[in-house]
């Protein structure tokens, strides 16, 4: 079974602090992503990787920034946290070429 | 911009009773996703349809992606409280995955 795996499952943060949220995902897939869950608002994608050291913009990208170093590990950077970043984070992965995703169990951010 | 439109957007219903959502674009899909989301945790693929009429049976569960590759069902028959969820589809095309808003479905006991 591919496992994705999040750094944490809920994070509370202040105003202005730097954010970093990890993904891990044990399946040697090459494409990762990261999206945004809001009520009302579905998900919304930020950033994606089809590669090691790529990364592509999604529709919501700004106010954050990604790295990929290692091909099983993607982080979402959060430069300055503010009040509108209060969101569920949803990392995925998928094999190259396919469509379905694998999601990971999501980080509950709240910043105050 | 390719749009996924799903229907309806909550359904409460009693176990034991059946059940259809809808998904649907004005868009051509190479292939439709179905994923399942409990509250507090991230989805989880059930069904990938990728030919136009094709129909999948996953336990109580059937999928059908439409005959133009264009939309989606999802058929529950008597449903049951462990299948109360947030039902998302999602279609690939060009090399993206456009996400619906989803169908919350509470199924009572």
Known sequence: DVKVTQSSRYLV?????????????????????????????????????????????????????????KKERFSLILESASTNQTSMYLCASSLRRTYEQYFGPGTRLTVT | TQLLEQSPQFLSIQEGENLTVYCNSSSVFSSLQWYRQEPGEGPVLLVTVVTGGEVKKLKRLTFQFGDARKDSSLHITAAQPGDTGLYLC??????????????KLSVKP
Not at chain 1, 20 to 46: K, S
Not at chain 2, 90 to 103: D, E, R, Y
């Open chain 2, 90 to 103: 999602a279609g690939g095309s060009q090399g993206n995955l456009i996400f619906g808003k989803g169908t």
């Open chain 1, 13 to 69: 943060k202040r105003t202005g602090e730097k954010v970093f949220l990890e993904c891990v995902q044990d399946m040697d897939h090459e494409n990762m992503f990261w999206y945004r869950q809001d009520p009302g608002l579905g998900l919304r994608l930020i950033y994606f990787s089809y590669d090691v050291k790529m990364k592509e913009k999604g529709d919501i990208p700004e106010g954050y920034s990604v790295s990929r170093e």
